[in-house]
């Protein structure tokens, strides 16, 4: 009984994403992208971020050209994040 029960718990995908990274340090930054000038910019950023090892999950928007990204920082830095950015032809900092 108490087994089907954690298993049901465990089918909840909110729960499933905690249970694999708990054991990981995940860290939410936000960078400003100033360069985004149109709506498919945020693609090209969100998927650069993406490609970047340990990152979990990039939200980008144009509307107010940012992107918030989350990491494991044990994988990765926020200087590889900017970079990736950068390389993809986005320049971004960390937003204060
Ligand atoms: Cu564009």
Redesign the pocket.
């Known amino acids: 009984m108490k087994k089907i029960a954690l298993l049901s718990l465990l089918s909840v995908p909110l729960l499933s994403i905690v249970s694999l990274t708990a054991f990981a340090k995940p860290q939410t930054i936000t960078l400003e992208v100033p360069n ?6 945020p693609f ?1 950023v969100k998927k650069a971020l993406q490609n970047v090892d340990g990152v979990s999950k990039a939200e980008v928007t144009f509307e107010n050209k940012l992107a918030v990204v989350t990491f494991d920082d044990e994988k990765t830095t926020v200087k590889a994040l900017t970079e990736a950015t950068t390389n993809a032809g986005y320049p971004s900092r960390v937003k204060e």
Do not use: I, K, P, R
């Open positions: 985004m000038n149109c709506v498919t910019c090209t």
